[in-house]
C-alpha cells in the first residue's frame, strides 16, 4: 500500500510518514527478514514514477529523511529506525 498512499497524499498538505519498523526491545518477537527497509520504500516509490525530490531536516535530530513531489503539495518522510539508526541524534523522548 506504499503507493497507492503516496498518491493519495500527494494532493495533500499532510506529511506521509512511512517507518521501516519502531523496534521497542526483544519481547514483541519481530524478525528482520519482515522489515520493509527504508530503501525498498523509496525504491518503490521510485519504481512508480514518484517524482521526488530530497529535503533538508527541518532541525537537528529530525528522524525522517523527507521528499517533496516536485508537481504537487504532498510530502514524504521515510523513518529508518532499523536499518539506519538514528538513536545518538534522536532529540525526542519516548515515554
Known amino acids: ?10 494532493h495533500s498538505p499532510h506529511i506521509l510518514r512511512f517507518i521501516e519498523y519502531m ?34 531536516a527541518n532541525y537537528p535530530g529530525e528522524t525522517a529523511r523527507r521528499w517533496k513531489h516536485l508537481h504537487h503539495a504532498g510530502e514524504i518522510g521515510i523513518i529508518s529506525s532499523v536499518t539506519q539508526a538514528f538513536c545518538g541524534d534522536c532529540s525526542r523522548i519516548r515515554l
Do not use: C, H
Not at 33 to 49: H, K, M, N, S
Open 1 to 10: 500500500q506504499i503507493v497507492p498512499m503516496a498518491e493519495y497524499f500527494k
Open 23 to 56: 523496534d521497542v526491545g526483544a519481547s514483541n518477537g519481530w524478525r528482520m527478514g519482515e522489515v520493509v527497509t527504508a530503501d525498498q520504500i523509496l525504491q518503490r516509490l521510485q519504481q512508480a514514477d514518484m517524482q521526488l525530490a530530497t529535503l533538508d
